[in-house]
């Protein structure tokens, strides 16, 4: 199963509220991160929480971490119409010498005008 | 999309037949990925490179090949097309180790007939 699972899976929302997905995992983690994709284009990386970090913002975008229960949200403040979009959580873990890199399946956010 | 570029962009193809993609940068990043995106599948990585002629692995490697002589082209090389490989194939790079921070290319969406 996947390492990193987004929920909701879809979720609906009006200009200017707020959105919260969350994402979780398995494993015990290197680091977090979270992407987005429009639709029909490539990935584009948001932001990136370390497993030693707990909260982390940019922009209107604050992202979180709970190692104990090894869990992030992801929160988008006063959206947009243009942050219509998917996004992604990817997780990055030690697996003997090597690091891997797992993907959720995302969630998809669309924004009301 | 941050100087990566992905040639075709869409592609129709006969199983069995060879089919090269490219992945053309120029941003000069060390890392360079492929991966193919696929509904219930989420983003699952083929091949990565960590620098010329330096390639290795990802968790679907079977049936592509890679090969980078160039810092700037990536080239992923399905050696006979099958049905399963139908999908949207993603570059992307990445100048930090450890599997993160990525940019992507627009997509290759690939079908075989």
Same mark, same amino acid.
């Given at each position: ?5 987004? /929920? ?13 997905? =969350? ?6 983690? =290197? ?7 429009? #639709? ?31 869990? #992030? ?5 006063? #959206?947009?119409?243009? /942050? ?12 003997? =010498? =090597? ?15 | ?7 075709? !962009?869409?592609? @129709? ?5 060879? @089919?090269? %993609? !490219?992945?053309?940068?120029? &941003? ?23 620098? $010329? ?5 990802? &968790? @679907?490697?079977?049936?592509?090949? @890679? ?7 990536? %080239?992923?090389?399905? &050696? ?7 999908? $949207? ?25």
């Amino acid at each position: 199963s996947q390492q990193g699972e987004e /929920d909701p899976q879809a979720l609906s929302i009006q200009e200017g509220e707020n959105a919260t997905m =969350n994402c979780s995992y398995k494993t015990s983690i =290197n680091n977090l991160q979270w992407y987005r994709q429009n #639709s029909g284009r490539g990935l584009v990386h948001l932001i990136l929480i370390r497993s030693n970090e707990r909260e982390k913002h940019s922009g209107r975008l604050r992202v979180t971490l709970d190692t104990s229960k090894k869990s #992030s949200s992801l929160l988008i403040t006063a #959206s947009r119409a243009a /942050d219509t979009a998917s996004y992604f959580c990817a997780t990055v873990y030690n697996a003997g =010498n =090597n690091r891997k890199l797992i993907w959720g399946l995302g969630t998809s956010l669309a924004v009301n005008p | 999309d941050a100087g990566i570029t992905q040639s075709p !962009r869409h592609k @129709v193809t006969e199983t069995g037949t060879p @089919v090269t %993609l !490219r992945c053309h940068q120029t &941003e000069n990043h060390r890392y360079m990925y492929w991966y193919r995106q696929d509904p219930g599948h989420g983003l699952r990585l083929i091949h990565y490179s960590y620098g $010329v002629k330096d390639t290795d692995k990802g &968790e @679907v490697s079977d049936g592509y090949s @890679v090969s980078r002589s160039k810092t700037e082209d990536f %080239l992923l090389t399905l &050696e006979s097309a099958t049905s399963s490989q139908t999908s $949207v194939y993603f570059c992307a790079i990445s100048d930090t180790g450890g599997l993160i921070e990525q940019y992507f290319g627009p997509g290759t969406r690939l079908t075989v007939t």
